[in-house]
């Protein structure tokens, strides 16, 4: 949808593993892209991603998106959650496979600290299926609140198992 305001800038991180992982990706783009008060500025490509944590399971699709929101944290992190469950995903264990994982990854420039939500998210300085979609739709010198600039976490960071499937 089109904001009357600007909106804040987010970024989500998706991610699939499990019931056709390319098609559940595309369908929580669409779906985030319309939800009321979000507008999509930009989608990464898809990327194919070994599996982090346990390695019996199936290779990951990831992607990340970059959004305008006029939505609060938390109830865009709710949206996210409902479209989740809508897209079947089963309660899992732990490092396991998934159906659709969605992540608030970065709401602006805010440092988020709820019990249910931490932005910017825990893991992202560590994993290379996040950095490298976000680097594709970043703003130019992105610095993430509290860890740096993006560009020295990219080079701390190595792109192995991580492919670019499509556009
Ligand atoms: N590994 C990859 N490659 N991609 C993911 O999205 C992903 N998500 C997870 C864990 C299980 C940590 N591993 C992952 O939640």
């Given amino acids: 949808m089109i904001l009357s305001s600007g909106g804040v800038e987010a970024y989500i991180g998706l991610g699939s593993n499990l019931d056709n992982p390319v098609e559940q990706v595309s369908r929580a783009r669409q779906a985030i892209a319309a939800l009321p008060g979000v507008a999509e500025i930009a989608c990464s490509p898809l990327y194919r991603s070994l599996p982090v944590g346990p390695q019996d399971q199936p290779d990951y699709i990831n992607a990340v998106m970059r959004i305008a929101t006029e939505l609060p944290p938390l109830d865009l992190l709710s949206q996210l959650q409902q479209i989740e469950n809508q897209h079947g995903r089963k309660r899992i264990v732990r490092w396991g496979a998934r159906t659709l994982d969605l992540d608030l990854l970065l709401y602006g420039q805010q440092i988020i600290n709820e019990p249910t939500l931490i932005v910017p998210h825990q893991e992202l300085a560590k994993r290379g299926f996040v950095l490298y979609p976000l680097a594709d739709v970043a703003v130019a010198d992105m610095q993430i609140p509290g860890l740096g600039s993006l560009s020295?976490?990219?080079?701390?960071?190595?792109?192995?198992?991580?492919?670019?499937?499509?556009a």
């Fill in 152 to 166: 020295e976490l990219l080079q701390a960071c190595p792109a192995d198992g991580l492919h670019k499937i499509a």
